[in-house]
């Protein structure tokens, strides 16, 4: 601004008499007029802050979710899943209550997925438990009526969940 200010004092027309008065007012006007674009920067920066934390959390809940569906559930450490399954919940009341009435379906939506993941990780736990054995592994396979023979089979979320883990939560 101050560079195109310069710019302006070198190419503008010699100032009349009692021009000056006119000048000292419109400057003022000028203050108060990039005062206001400030208030609407600092607006509009929290909105963009707001849209970016929604797009970064769903983005980052999205990465946990794949890995965490399709990679070996024997392997997965489920104490960090439910720390960063809590931690996204979080994120997603906060922004609910930040958007409040002109809340972004994606927020809603969002925030369902993880609550649902939350409601399930109870189970998700017993199932990490160390103490599930490969003959508990057969009871569970055969109650959702998969082969008992568990030998080989990578055994991830997904597989679980297409066959209704959930509903044998006992």
């Not at 997603?92 to 993941?117: C, D, M, R, Y």
């Amino acid at each position: 601004a101050q560079t195109y200010g310069t710019y302006e004092d070198l190419f503008k027309a010699p100032e009349e008499p009692g021009q000056e008065k006119e000048m000292a007012l419109d400057e003022e006007e000028e203050d108060e007029a990039m005062t206001f674009e400030f208030v609407q920067m600092d607006r509009t920066r929290e909105l963009f802050n707001n849209q970016l934390k929604l797009w970064e959390m769903i983005s980052q809940w999205s990465d946990l979710t794949r890995k965490w569906q399709h990679g070996d559930f024997t392997k997965i450490d489920v104490e960090l899943m439910n720390k960063q399954t809590t931690q996204c919940f979080k994120v997603a009341f906060g922004l609910e209550k930040t958007f409040g009435p002109k809340n972004p379906k994606v927020i809603k939506a969002a925030k369902e997925q993880v609550e649902q993941w939350k409601f399930n990780m109870g189970a998700i736990m017993d199932l990490a438990n160390p103490a599930m054995r490969p003959r508990h592994w057969e009871k569970l396979f055969k109650a959702m009526g998969l082969a008992a023979n568990i030998k080989g089979t990578n055994i991830t979320l997904a597989l679980l969940e297409k066959n209704g883990i959930f509903s044998h939560k006992e």
